[in-house]
């Protein structure tokens, strides 16, 4: 595979983020963002691997637990998504809390023909540009309007 990746933070890029100090907790409160799954769709069809790579810091904090997360996850399982890594570390404890660098650092290890030079990280937090900048990757900050969405950004890469 190329080394094209697309790492995408989940909460606030794919589905609709839960509220400030709340967390996605369980299945049933993951929603799509409009567009995220055809965005998905339109970067693997492109050639670009997608990863998700997502601070659960709810699992530190004893709202969920990584089982939890892994339901939540299986939300995405119809996608043509690489894999997924969480980081359920508190601030300050890990490398792998992003803006810490440790989950992509992870995928270029397990997973084949990841260079970070030809990558994209792709959030909707101040920490996943400061991640993707770390590593060397072209970064893209998703939003509300202004910004642009998950959809408009695939659309931009794949031209």
């Not at 892994?70 to 300050?92: F, K, Q, W």
């Not at 202004?146 to 794949?158: E, G, N, W, Y």
């Given at each position: 595979?190329?080394g094209?990746?697309?790492?995408?933070?989940r909460?606030?890029?794919?589905?609709?983020k839960?509220?400030?100090?709340?967390?996605?907790?369980?299945?049933?409160?993951f929603?799509?963002l409009?567009?995220a799954e055809?965005?998905?769709?339109?970067?693997?069809?492109?050639g670009?691997?997608?990863?998700?790579?997502s601070?659960q810091?709810?699992?530190?904090?004893?709202?969920?637990?990584?089982?939890?997360v892994?339901a939540?996850?299986a939300r995405?399982?119809?996608?043509p998504?690489?894999?997924?890594y969480?980081?359920?570390?508190?601030?300050?404890?890990?490398?792998c809390?992003?803006?810490?660098?440790g989950?992509?650092?992870?995928a270029?290890?397990?997973l084949?023909?990841?260079?970070f030079?030809?990558?994209?990280?792709?959030?909707?937090?101040p920490?996943?540009?400061?991640?993707?900048?770390?590593?060397?990757?072209?970064?893209?900050?998703?939003?509300?309007?202004?910004?642009?969405s998950?959809?408009?950004?695939?659309?931009?890469?794949?031209?």
């Amino acid at each position: 595979m190329s080394g094209r990746t697309a790492f995408l933070d989940r909460d606030g890029t794919i589905n609709e983020k839960a509220p400030e100090g709340e967390y996605v907790t369980g299945p049933e409160q993951f929603r799509f963002l409009p567009g995220a799954e055809e965005a998905v769709r339109l970067l693997d069809a492109a050639g670009w691997r997608v990863v998700v790579v997502s601070n659960q810091r709810g699992v530190a904090l004893g709202r969920m637990t990584l089982g939890d997360v892994d339901a939540v996850n299986a939300r995405m399982s119809h996608l043509p998504i690489a894999a997924v890594y969480t980081c359920p570390h508190e601030r300050g404890e890990c490398d792998c809390r992003k803006p810490g660098t440790g989950m992509f650092e992870q995928a270029r290890a397990e997973l084949e023909g990841i260079t970070f030079a030809d990558a994209v990280v792709i959030g909707d937090a101040p920490s996943d540009i400061e991640a993707g900048e770390a590593i060397g990757a072209r970064t893209y900050r998703v939003g509300p309007p202004p910004l642009p969405s998950l959809l408009d950004v695939a659309r931009q890469l794949i031209g």
